[in-house]
């Protein structure tokens, strides 16, 4: 076993939040795509011809605590790089539909890390997200969401675990657990919370601490663009001083509306609508940034933060050079153009059906309004003066609570407090 953690102790950052592409896409492409403050990264393809990994199902309990009605949790196995004695690993998936082949492909990281280890690979749908839903479940019905929260999902995982070793007559248990994102940090706070049950686990950039108002998000972004290059980092700010500018004018916004190819007319926009074209515009540097040369897709070589740099300091001008890198979004998700109507993303928010990608976003934001928060604000003055105009505060976030489902928004308190999860 000492091999094992002679790899994990120079791994370094797994990219395993898993979003699964659904054919059925009821909402328009900013919530299947442009999915503010929802982290889970793109799957990779599955191997040709090849299905390794047959789907099934674990009973749990909707409440974990009382009992009550059953809940099918989805999850997958694949023994073929098991050897005699060899641990157990099992990936969690984060806020959204899982994809099998997390456990098909074996030039992933951690299915490299398998093979050298001998190990049994797992990977469990989060509750409440894809296929993991109540047993009387229908698709098209609203889920009831009192019981999604990280607790509920931790004694999910160490209920599977349990049954896996009597099922599996596991005389020797080693689960090592893995997660990237709120699924790295849920894979941590299992194994702070059931030594006995989790041997170890690799949570990857995860935010173990939650905070409500994460306006050190896009401090990170800017930063990182910086170090990369300077004149980048300095071209977008410009060019977000100059979008500012144009959006306070009639023609100004009608200028922004043609160059930015955005679907909806913006003669006349209230504050909201204002911050969703600014979260829309600023998304595609957050998620270049954050995911630049991951080993999955087109992140791993094409989009990147060279190839974003190479894009904004190749254009014409600063403004031009934000056009350009939304045209290439645009581009990459398949979108004719920016969808900015923040009242229909309201509603299409508030309709949300459970077992598809609109479900799935409904529930994630769910959770950031009830449990964690994770909101990207601009309230920093250091983003104010970096992304000049950028008006994206915390209130924007919290009214949406509001208005989509939740009584109760997330305190303000949760930012200076230890909320550190399951409990």
């Given amino acids: 076993m ?51 990994a047959q789907e099934q199902y674990f009973v749990q309990f909707v409440d974990q605590v009382g009992k009550t009605e059953p809940l099918q949790q989805r999850f997958w196995q694949n023994d073929q790089w098991y050897k005699p004695g060899g641990p157990q690993f099992l990936m969690l998936a984060g806020e959204a539909t899982a994809s099998s082949a997390w456990v ?44 999604l929260n990280s607790q509920q999902a931790a004694a999910d995982v160490v209920a599977f675990i349990t049954g896996q070793n009597g099922n599996l007559n596991i005389t020797n248990p080693r689960w090592i657990l893995f997660g990237g994102s709120y699924a790295g940090a849920l894979a941590a706070w299992i194994r702070e919370k059931h030594p006995d049950s989790v041997y170890a686990a690799v949570a990857s950039s995860a935010p173990v601490q939650a905070v409500v108002n994460f306006k050190s998000y896009l401090e990170g972004v800017y930063n990182v663009l910086h170090s990369y290059d300077p004149k980048c980092a300095e071209s977008v700010r410009k060019g977000f001083y100059d979008f500012n500018r144009l959006l306070q004018t009639p023609l100004g916004r009608m200028s922004l509306q043609s160059t930015f190819r955005l679907c909806n007319d913006i003669t006349n ?16 540097y957050e998620r270049v940034v954050q995911f630049s040369e991951i080993n999955v897709g087109d992140y791993a070589t094409k989009l990147t933060i060279p190839e974003l740099c190479k894009r904004q300091l190749g254009a014409d001008s600063d403004l031009d050079g934000l056009v350009s890198i939304n045209n290439w979004m645009l581009f990459e998700d398949f979108e004719s153009c920016l969808d900015t109507d923040y009242h229909q993303y309201i509603l299409d928010l508030q309709n949300g059906y459970a077992g598809r990608d609109d479900g799935d976003y409904r529930a994630w934001f769910y959770q950031q309004c009830n449990e964690f928060g994770f909101f990207r604000s601009t309230d920093s003055d250091f983003v104010s003066n970096q992304f000049p105009g950028a008006d994206v505060p915390i209130d924007y976030y919290l009214q949406q609570c509001q208005l989509v489902m939740v009584p109760y928004p997330p305190s303000e308190d949760r930012n200076h407090g230890n909320r550190r999860g399951p409990r």
């Fill in 2 to 52: 000492k091999s094992v953690f002679a790899v994990l102790a120079i791994l370094t950052v797994l990219c395993v939040a898993i979003g699964d592409a659904n054919p059925l896409k009821p909402l328009k492409l900013y919530l299947s795509q442009r999915r503010p403050g929802r982290d889970a990264c793109p799957d990779p393809d599955h191997p040709v011809g090849i299905n390794l």
């Fill in 104 to 147: 098909e492909r074996d030039d992933l990281e951690w299915t490299s890390l398998a093979k050298e280890v001998g190990a049994r690979v797992f990977l469990l749908e989060h509750r409440f997200y894809g296929k993991s839903q109540p047993s009387n479940f229908f698709p098209g019905l609203f889920t009831p969401f009192d019981y």
């Fill in 269 to 284: 926009i209230d504050n909201n609508t204002q911050s969703f074209i600014y979260q829309a515009i600023l998304e595609g």
